[in-house]
């Protein structure tokens, strides 16, 4: 197999990427604004990209695989010592892209899982400042003085 069937690959994995930072961009302001509808549809569709990725993960496996002769030798740099001319240099351009790309995406993902980390504890703060703790039911000097009186009970045996 040729070098070019990973090379597509890799070129459509890069075209996913590039549009999986936009949607994490776009998840950021979200969740500066808070809107909890537009979160879950922005979700929705990043789910849908990374399902799309997984599937192009598995087709370049298969090509890397391919091209390598080797099932154990499928990383891309591995699939630069087999290519020659400018399919070698494509798949090390295709490879420092996808490399920055990733990088990216992660750097959105950091600060959009800190935002959201704040967001939650403010909301929990906020539940703390208006539902106060119950003090915890304890024995206490009342409880322990026994003067003959009886409590009276939640259940009148007597009726």
């Not at 070019?4 to 949607?23: A, F, H, P």
């Not at 969740?31 to 399902?51: C, F, N, P, R, T």
């Not at 798949?91 to 950091?110: F, I, M």
Request: with cysteine; hydrophobic share 40%.
């Amino acid at each position: 197999m040729s070098a070019q069937t990973l090379i597509d690959v890799l070129n459509k994995m890069l075209r996913l990427q590039k549009s999986l930072y936009e949607i994490a961009i776009r998840k950021t302001e979200v969740i500066k604004k808070g809107d909890v509808e537009a979160l879950s549809g922005i979700m929705k569709d990043e789910q849908a990209h990374i399902a799309a990725i997984d599937v192009l993960e598995q087709q370049q496996q298969y090509a890397a695989a391919s091209l390598t002769g080797s099932v154990n030798k499928r990383s891309i740099s591995d699939c630069l010592k087999k290519a020659e001319g400018i399919e070698r240099l494509q798949l090390e351009k295709l490879r420092v892209q996808l490399t920055d790309q990733l990088a990216e995406l992660k750097n959105v993902n950091s600060l959009n899982q800190q935002l959201l980390e704040q967001s939650l504890q403010f909301v929990t703060l906020n539940l703390d400042l208006l539902m106060p703790a119950e003090e915890v039911p304890g024995y206490t000097k009342e409880m322990d003085d026994d003067d003959g009186l009886s409590a009276r009970s939640l259940f009148d045996s007597k009726a």
